[in-house]
């Protein structure tokens, strides 16, 4: 299984409501990552967890939380967002003590926010 | 930090044309480098990458990039292309010193024309 799945696929939230977005893998990879991805911009980085462990936090407002319950799943909580927290929301996985290891991307999760 | 730099947003090329897609990266120390492609609405792929083995590196699609030290490029090419070819194609950095820490250039839009 080289897969990396996430749901939903699509969402529509208020800015006042509260939602979660899901990502799972069973590849055995113990790294894990979430991606922000604008309209026709490269992804960027938002958190990595390694070992379940929070390792790379790239000053992503708090109403972003990430939370990885263990070594397969990973969300991300979402909470008074605004506007212009609206993209394509990736999730990654990858072997972290392999150099140079490839990451391994889900098909992301498209969010609306009115 | 690390970082690459694609030149050219957006490349157009008849079915049939050879394909070059330009990537440069900015280290002293080589890194280790990635080309994904994303095509529409639809997570990221990984197409190859070069970890210190050798320099020509083949991946899948008939795709090929050449590690070049001298001239700090990973450039992606095909030798023919095809209209299936028409992607979102980004170039991508991890450094030796931070496993974990994945970097996207800004993307080239890659059209085929028939």
């Known amino acids: 299984d080289t897969e990396v799945t996430q749901t939903p696929k699509h969402l529509v939230m208020g800015m006042t409501n509260k939602k979660s977005l899901k990502c799972e893998q069973h590849?055995?990879?113990?790294?894990m990552y979430w991606y922000k991805q604008k309209a026709k911009k490269p992804p960027e980085l938002m958190f990595v967890y390694s070992y379940e462990k929070l390792s790379i936090n790239e000053s992503v407002p708090s109403r972003f939380s990430p939370e990885c319950p263990n070594s397969s799943l990973l969300n991300l909580h979402l909470h008074a967002l605004q506007p212009e927290d609206s993209a394509l929301y990736l999730c990654?996985?990858?072997?972290?003590?392999?150099?140079?290891?490839?990451?391994?991307f889900g098909p992301g999760t498209r969010l609306t926010v009115l | 930090a690390q970082s690459v730099t694609q030149l050219g947003s957006h490349v157009s090329v008849s079915e049939g044309a050879l394909v070059l897609l330009r990537c440069n990266y900015s280290s002293s120390v080589p890194p280790y480098l990635f080309w994904y492609v994303q095509y529409p609405n639809q997570g990221l792929q990984l197409l190859l990458k070069?970890?210190?083995?050798?320099?020509l590196v083949k991946g899948i699609n008939g795709f090929e990039a050449e590690f070049k030290k001298s001239e700090t490029s990973f450039h992606l090419t095909k030798p023919s292309a095809h209209m299936s070819d028409a992607a979102e194609y980004f170039c991508a950095v991890i450094s030796k010193y931070n496993n974990n820490d994945m970097r996207f250039g800004a993307g080239t839009r890659l059209t085929v024309k028939p």
């Open positions: 990654a996985s990858s072997r972290p003590r392999l150099a140079g290891g490839q990451q391994f």
């Open positions: 590849m055995g990879h113990r790294a």
């Open positions: 070069y970890t210190s083995a050798a320099t």
